[in-house]
């Protein structure tokens, strides 16, 4: 079982719509996690980080941390076609563990 | 956060050379770390580039295959050597600072 968990998608919505992205895991050490972004031919950008359960919300997107359940969200609200592109969650402890990806396709 | 500048972007290179890349970045920062991005699967640490001591290489990556240099607190080189087309990837280097891991912008690497 990979330490992180993540549907690599692709996952196609329409403008307007509500994005759900989400990720598992499975060692309860972790302490700090964070949603990237990754648009094609780019390196990955930090979007949100987050240390405890809860929700953190920053402008159109909320993180959500269930530690007792092992499973973050990334939501997004009002998608728009710019958001198009890999979101990875990431997770860590003494090393940051990534997920494999999600690909989102708004569309107009 | 930190400005990070990687060069080449991309390269298609022969089996059986070497490629260097280079990071570049605008504040001294005390750890550098060298990923590999491979098509659906997620980031792999390869290497932490640590100022004035060797290169701490995670479990599946040699010294002599990805030798890594790291002369001052700005700056650090990855070298990709004696590719096979198994190397074809996308390399990226990444620092930790204030902001948590900020990335390049990656570099592409065909090896045919």
């Known amino acids: 079982q990979k330490e992180v968990e993540q549907d690599p998608g692709p996952l196609s919505v329409p403008e307007g719509a509500i994005v759900s992205l989400n990720c598992t895991y499975s060692?309860?050490?972790?302490?700090?996690f964070m949603w990237y972004r990754q648009y094609s031919r780019k390196g990955p950008e930090l979007l949100m980080y987050?240390?405890?359960?809860g929700n953190k919300e920053d402008g159109r997107f909320t993180a959500q941390v269930d530690k007792s359940s092992k499973y973050i969200s990334l939501f997004i609200r009002d998608s728009q076609p710019s958001d198009s592109a890999t979101y990875l969650c990431?997770?860590?402890?003494?090393?940051?563990?990534f997920g494999t990806g999600t690909r989102l396709q708004v569309f107009p | 956060s930190a400005v990070i500048s990687q060069k080449p972007s991309r390269d298609i290179c022969q089996r059986g050379t070497s490629l260097t890349i280079q990071c570049q970045v605008d504040?001294?920062?005390?750890?550098m770390f060298w990923y590999r991005q491979q098509p659906g699967q997620s980031l792999t640490l390869i290497a932490t580039?640590?100022?004035?001591?060797?290169?701490?290489?995670e479990s599946g990556f040699v010294i002599d295959k990805f030798p890594i240099s790291r002369p001052n607190l700005t700056f650090s080189t990855l070298t990709v050597s004696n590719m096979s087309p198994e190397d074809s990837s996308i390399y990226l280097c990444?620092?930790?600072?204030?902001?948590?891991?900020?990335f390049g912008s990656g570099t592409r690497l065909t090896v045919v």
């Open positions: 990444s620092v930790l600072d204030g902001d948590g891991y900020t």
């Open positions: 060692n309860s050490a972790f302490q700090y």
């Open positions: 987050t240390y405890s359960s």
């Open positions: 990431a997770m860590s402890r003494s090393e940051v563990i």
């Open positions: 504040s001294q920062v005390t750890m």
């Open positions: 580039a640590n100022q004035g001591s060797e290169a701490t290489y």
